[in-house]
């Protein structure tokens, strides 16, 4: 079984706060932050590690602030019981 | 839950070869003068990839128009013009008659191209140029703070319209894509929007097929692209988005309006 992982990069200076990518996200990965940044804007933070590098908020995001990453891994099935 | 035993680290994924999304080289690396969830970025963003992944962008050459895309030149790494408010088709036109061999594309907005630039928008597709339109419609004038644009929907409220339009005294809307779609030198007329991640999609797909129906001399292209505009509408972006999925899609249907038998 392959499990994508993902992983995401924010510009956050460029970024202005639209919520756009937090409801496209999925997996519920992002979130607007607590402080500012220096235009004054809340901007989107990675608040869990649920991405599985989909792109969706990156599609979306219409700054083009956000820049993904995917690796698939390979992961051993668990073993099956006979019994 | 998610990855407790895969024991990875961040420096494993943020690797070359595991890009998946990046910003397009082909957008200047500045910051959009755009407010916060506007349309008109992510239209800029998608079709500097698509200029981007067709490996055209010292093949093409924009004209920008007047109004909040103005600044269009300023983002998008390609030659650019600028030209007199709604005459973007005009000059797109001599553009295209000089350099038959460029992709040729005018960026404009619903005040620009269907209210001061009806004319030159008409003729320049009734003539049949080569020139992909690219057609943001929000349903108001956005730079000048939100009047009633030509565009703007029965009993949608502006600034010139504070009690809804009225279509007694306001006249009806205009649907510029089916006005010019019967015209015989109309290759490609399409409406799209962008409040969605799958609309993203589908209105990069339908940009990438006007270029191609521009490489074959097919005609004038269309594409009618259905944005929000917060700030005039006085909503946040995410309500925004839900007003263009609710209301506005509801008059503007999305959807391919004339397809040329052609296939790309």
Not at chain 1, 59 to 76: E, N, S
Not at chain 2, 19 to 24: E, G
Not at chain 2, 198 to 214: G, W
């Amino acid at each position: 079984m392959a499990k994508a992982i993902g992983e995401i990069l924010i510009n956050i200076e460029r970024c202005k706060g639209c919520e756009l990518c937090i409801l496209a996200c999925p997996e519920s990965t992002l979130a607007l932050s607590k402080t500012i940044n220096h235009k004054g804007y809340q901007y989107v933070v990675k608040v869990n590690d649920n991405c599985t590098g989909c792109g969706n908020c990156a599609i979306i995001c219409p700054d083009a602030v956000i820049t993904v990453y995917r690796k698939i891994l390979k992961v051993p099935k668990p073993e099956m019981s006979n019994s | 839950m998610a990855h407790e035993n895969l024991d990875v680290i961040v420096e494993d994924i943020v690797k070359p070869e595991n890009l998946v999304y990046r910003r397009p080289s082909t957008l200047i690396d500045v910051d959009m003068h755009y407010c916060p969830g506007c349309g008109h970025s992510t239209v800029h963003k998608i079709f500097m990839e698509v200029v981007e992944e067709m490996g055209i962008q010292h093949d093409i050459i924009g004209v920008a128009p007047v109004g909040c895309s103005v600044f269009a030149y300023s983002y998008m790494d390609v030659d650019m013009h600028q030209a007199p408010h709604g005459r973007a088709c005009a000059v797109a036109t001599g553009i295209k008659r000089v350099l038959p061999d460029k992709y040729v594309f005018t960026y404009q907005g619903d005040g620009d191209l269907a209210a001061i630039g009806t004319n030159e928008s008409l003729h320049a597709a009734n003539r049949g140029e080569n020139i992909l339109t690219i057609f943001i419609n929000n349903a108001v004038y956005g730079m000048t703070s939100g009047q009633m644009a030509p565009t703007t929907i029965e009993g949608m409220i502006t600034t010139t319209s504070p009690y809804g339009r009225d279509v007694k005294s306001m006249g009806y809307p205009l649907k510029f894509a089916e006005l010019i779609a019967p015209l015989p030198g109309v290759a490609y007329v399409t409406r799209q929007s962008v409040h969605t991640v799958p609309n993203v999609r589908k209105t990069k797909k339908a940009l990438q097929r006007a270029l191609e129906y521009q490489r074959l001399k097919l005609g004038f292209c269309l594409v009618e692209i259905v944005t929000n505009c917060p700030s005039n509408w006085k909503m946040n972006p995410v309500e925004s988005n839900k007003f263009v999925q609710n209301t506005l899609l509801q008059f503007y249907p999305l959807g391919d309006i004339k397809v040329p038998e052609v296939r790309v």
